[in-house]
């Protein structure tokens, strides 16, 4: 009866959806092409005289500038340090906040709250009131120790930011974590506690496997947006010393709106967009497998 | 002698705890630095006993850039997220009660636009921009962040409507219920939590949302994350009274965060981790 009524109502869906897709695609479809095509482009804002098609030289001058290189190693590095970081530590507090213990609801939502603190707030804790080599907290510290005040974001600058973005993005990979860790079957647990497993064996054969797709998921969304950081390198470090900080993001922000050379910096944005093409690839087929799970 | 068990539970508190206050530390300081003075907020050691004032929230409020970002910033993540409502729901109701053969691969290409990073396309929205003069507008943010989440939006949208008993719909069909009057007066209320809860999930990510924001406001337009990031060049120490708008900043946003936790995770997961 139900099925006969849907189908005899047959809808005309298109000026439903039409209007989220279009605007999607115009989003998605404009900007790229005009990337694309500034890329093959002699075009500087400053200098509006040159002009024409350049072919690949903005690729071949990038290529062979030292700084595209520096700041793929850069974007490299801190992706990876920061996905360690949060990874491991948000899994570690993922099993320990799974526990029962006092006070855990607030304990939960004080932890989880540098995700919600604007990027440029916490970059100017963390510079001004943490890493601050006179006046910084961690500076007191040091010295009450009775060691050398560090002078972070000048020694130690990419550490610094990797601290920055692991803190902020540690709540993240813990909250996805933890509620992959609370729909783990509990009598799967006692089953092998049973078996007389102990905690590490319970966490290395039974946690882990099941925390596999959850860990992958906080991986791979956060390498997109860790590809990306920008504010915090703004606020700190603005990319250097000399280009210490400056990642793919922020090399592409000093061609375009500090140099105006539309052409190298659309040619680094192509770039940007390939590598995070290749991790949206398994983020997509990862997800598109759970929607066909239900 | 203390049984095992409470022992365990007491060892797991003061692990947890610990863990839990060196991650919430910097929030803290910044609150206690805000009800200092300027000179007891930068000294040495730092001032853990000091009379506290209030002195650097009045001063934030007389500021003109600092109202101005405030209301920004409101009107901005009101306008985007309202923007992007209106486009996803006719969208998510029709891909849930109306599924065909491309559904699937629709939902799937709209998650497929938030991968394409920013920067990638900083150069071309910016001259875009420019050549409309959209920038530094509330207008251009509302139309950026409202792109930027619509996806996500349009997958909480969907998965909440999948919930809602397609009963109640057939019922008010049976009872000549034209679509609008379904969608309007029965779907929509129906699953307002859920409709609720992507709506605040879409103002905090466009309230913290810090590339476009810096990239594309001067002053007119922008919101408390530009306002604030003018505090990083060092015109003389203003710690306390940058604490001080740092903790209206992010005050209504922690709120909002920890009321919806777990819509949170549906969403940035896209409904992979539930």
Not at chain 1, 80 to 104: K, W
Not at chain 2, 211 to 220: G, H, R
């Amino acid at each position: 009866m139900m099925t006969a009524l849907t189908k005899t109502r047959r809808v005309n869906t298109l000026p439903l959806i039409t209007p989220s897709v279009l605007v999607l695609f115009l989003w998605m479809v404009v900007p790229l092409v005009m990337t694309l095509w500034f890329s093959f482009q002699r075009y500087n804002l400053l200098n509006p005289s040159v002009k024409g098609f350049a072919g690949l030289e903005n690729y071949k001058s990038l290529v062979a500038d030292s700084a595209l290189w520096t700041a793929m190693l850069n974007t490299l590095v801190l992706v990876a340090s920061v996905l360690g970081v949060t990874v491991v530590l948000g899994t570690l507090l993922a099993v320990l906040f799974n526990q029962e213990f006092f006070g855990r609801p607030v304990a939960r939502l004080l932890i989880i709250a540098p995700f919600f603190v604007m990027p440029t707030v916490s970059a100017l804790i963390w510079k001004n009131m943490l890493l601050h080599p006179v006046n910084g907290l961690v500076a007191f510290l040091t010295r009450s120790l009775g060691l050398e005040a560090i002078d972070w974001f000048g020694n130690w600058p990419m550490t610094s930011i990797v601290m920055i973005v692991s803190w902020q993005w540690l709540p993240f990979a813990l909250l996805i974590l933890l509620t992959a860790i609370q729909s783990l079957d509990n009598e799967q647990i006692e089953a092998a506690r049973m078996d007389g497993a102990g905690a590490s064996a319970l966490f290395f054969f039974i946690i882990l496997p099941h925390l596999k797709r959850a860990i992958s998921v906080v991986v791979m969304i956060e390498t997109i947006f860790f590809l990306s950081v920008f504010a915090e390198i703004l606020i700190t470090t603005s990319g250097g010393p000399g280009l210490a900080t400056t990642n793919l993001a922020f090399l592409i922000y000093i061609r375009s709106l500090l140099e105006y050379d539309v052409g190298a910096a659309s040619a680094g944005g192509v770039i940007a967009i390939v590598l995070a093409n290749v991790v949206a690839f398994f983020l997509v087929r990862t997800i598109a497998r759970s929607l066909e799970e239900g | 002698m203390i049984n095992r068990p409470l022992l365990k539970k007491l060892t797991l508190t003061l692990v947890a705890w610990t863990a839990a206050l060196i991650m919430f530390f910097p929030v803290f300081w910044m609150l206690v630095a805000s009800f200092k003075t300027e000179i007891d907020a930068v000294a040495t050691p730092p001032m853990l006993v000091f009379k506290p004032t209030l002195e650097n929230y009045a001063a934030v409020q007389q500021r003109a850039n600092y109202i101005n970002s405030a209301i920004n910033s409101v009107a901005i993540s009101m306008g985007a997220t309202l923007l992007a409502l209106a486009l996803g729901i006719p969208a998510a109701y029709a891909m849930a009660f109306f599924p065909t053969r491309r559904t699937r691969s629709t939902l799937l290409w709209m998650l497929s636009t938030k991968m394409l990073p920013p920067v990638g396309v900083l150069v071309p929205i910016y001259l875009l921009f420019r050549d409309v003069g959209l920038i530094d507008t509330k207008a251009g943010l509302i139309i950026i962040y409202a792109l930027m989440n619509l996806p996500i939006m349009v997958w909480l949208l969907y998965t909440f409507f999948k919930e809602v008993p397609r009963d109640i719909l057939e019922a008010g069909r049976i009872d000549g219920a034209s679509r609008r009057q379904e969608l309007f007066y029965l779907l929509m209320p129906l699953s307002l939590p859920g409709i609720a809860s992507t709506a605040l999930l879409s103002i905090i990510l466009c309230w913290n949302e810090a590339f476009w924001s810096l990239n594309l406001t001067t002053s007119d337009a922008a919101p408390l994350t530009a306002f604030i990031s003018s505090f990083s060049a060092p015109e003389g120490l203003f710690w306390a009274k940058l604490s001080a708008a740092s903790t209206l900043a992010i005050a209504p946003i922690l709120l909002f965060g920890w009321m919806s936790q777990r819509q949170l995770v549906r969403g940035l997961t896209f409904g992979a981790v539930k």
